[in-house]
């Protein structure tokens, strides 16, 4: 069946630093690609999205790519800061209505 | 601006209780979602809602039911709670328009303890 593998956590890190969340997915036909974010204490939101191979999702300085060979969406920021501490989800949705999500990755960004 | 509430933040129920956990969307989403979230293993689906008076188990709906009775509230029913069922609840919803991808707005989640 369908899954997303991602990372474990948590993934502590310095401001500044560069980002990178793995997530790698198994799937059948041509899935749609998601990251989540999910601040403390509040629900997921949609950080960014890719709907096809080789097309690349963007927001808030956060970038992945979709790479159908790799099967992998790894998350990447250039320089993190103590606000995008969080928990990351990457998710996929195979053309039906449902997302299947990863196991989330927790990220730490000390001053 | 798309909103999703849910009816507590915060519950505290005991073992054998019946608990109605409310989702309300003001987007007019025909999907609805219920997911709970314990550390490690994720997000897990409960129950989804294609649209009013329709519901799909998900992955784990065992010891869980669903009502829609109106297109923008799901809620979610635990018959008689226990201890196993402590998580977070989250509940989302989405458009059925295959043009936005399944994008799910979330709510801010019901933190559930059963004592």
């Known amino acids: 069946g369908n899954s997303v593998t991602q990372m474990e956590g948590p993934v502590t890190l310095s401001e500044e630093a560069f980002l990178t969340i793995n997530c790698t997915y198994t799937?059948?036909?041509?899935?749609?690609l998601f990251w989540y974010v999910q601040y403390p204490g509040e629900g997921l939101q949609l950080l960014l999205k890719?709907?096809?191979?080789?097309d690349k999702g963007s927001n808030k300085g956060f970038e992945a790519t979709y790479r159908k060979e790799t099967t992998s969406f790894h998350l990447e920021k250039g320089s993190v800061q103590v606000s995008d501490s969080a928990v990351y989800f990457c998710?996929?949705?195979?053309?039906?209505?449902?997302?299947?999500f990863g196991t989330g990755t927790r990220l730490q960004v000390f001053p | 601006d798309v909103k999703v509430t849910q009816s507590s933040r915060y519950l505290v129920k005991r073992t054998g209780e019946k608990v109605f956990l409310e989702c309300v969307q003001d987007m007019d989403h025909e999907n609805m979602f219920w997911y709970r979230q314990d550390p490690g293993l994720g997000l897990r689906l409960i129950y989804f809602s294609y649209d009013v008076k329709m519901k799909e188990k998900g992955d784990i709906p065992e010891g869980y039911s669903v009502s829609r009775e109106k297109k923008e509230r799901f809620s979610l029913i635990l018959e008689s709670a226990s201890t196993n069922q402590t998580s977070m609840y989250l509940c989302?919803?989405?458009?059925?328009?295959?043009?936005?991808?399944?994008?799910?707005?979330f709510g801010p989640g019901t933190r559930l303890t059963v004592l």
């Open positions: 799937a059948t036909g041509y899935p749609s």
């Open positions: 989302a919803s989405s458009p059925n328009d295959r043009t936005v991808f399944n994008e799910q707005f």
């Open positions: 998710a996929l949705s195979d053309n039906t209505d449902k997302l299947i």
């Open positions: 890719a709907t096809k191979a080789d």
